[in-house]
Nanobody
Framework: QVHLVESGGGLVQAGGSLTLSCAAS????????MAWYRQAPGKQRELVAT???????NYIDSVKGRFTISRDNAKKLVYLQMSNLKPEDTAVYYC??????????????WGQGTQVTVSS
């Protein structure tokens, strides 16, 4: 079993900053890509940022220059540093990891979500 646990969400004023963390535990051989998604009320879940095992990153246009995704492979962690937050960033944020098990099976695993609320 693999579990992802997120932390770091909360309420912040517009222009403020938050850092989300997501830690993986369980039977893991390695982790390929990691990503952060978000889902605002009444909207579909959208991909926010990705980071490959080699450290290459990609972002949606609306967060470029404001959000930074990073990872700590040894600790099986992924981070999302968010700055200059805007009310439209308000959403539940989910991490996802592509995990390779000790039997070399590959599955996507999701965190439970953490609420980020940005007040104007």
């Amino acid at each position: 079993q693999v579990h992802l646990v997120e932390s770091g969400g909360g309420l912040v004023q517009a222009g403020g900053s938050l850092t989300l963390s997501c830690a993986a535990s369980g039977v893991i051989f390695s982790i390929n890509a990691m990503a952060w998604y978000r889902q605002a009320p009444g909207k579909q879940r959208e991909l926010v940022a990705t980071i490959t095992s080699g450290g290459s990153t990609n972002y949606i246009d609306s967060v470029k220059g404001r959000f930074t995704i990073s990872r700590d492979n040894a600790k099986k962690l992924v981070y999302l540093q968010m700055s200059n937050l805007k009310p439209e960033d308000t959403a539940v944020y989910y991490c996802k990891m592509v995990v390779v098990s000790t039997t070399r099976s590959v599955y996507d695993h999701w965190g439970q979500g953490t609420q980020v609320t940005v007040s104007s």
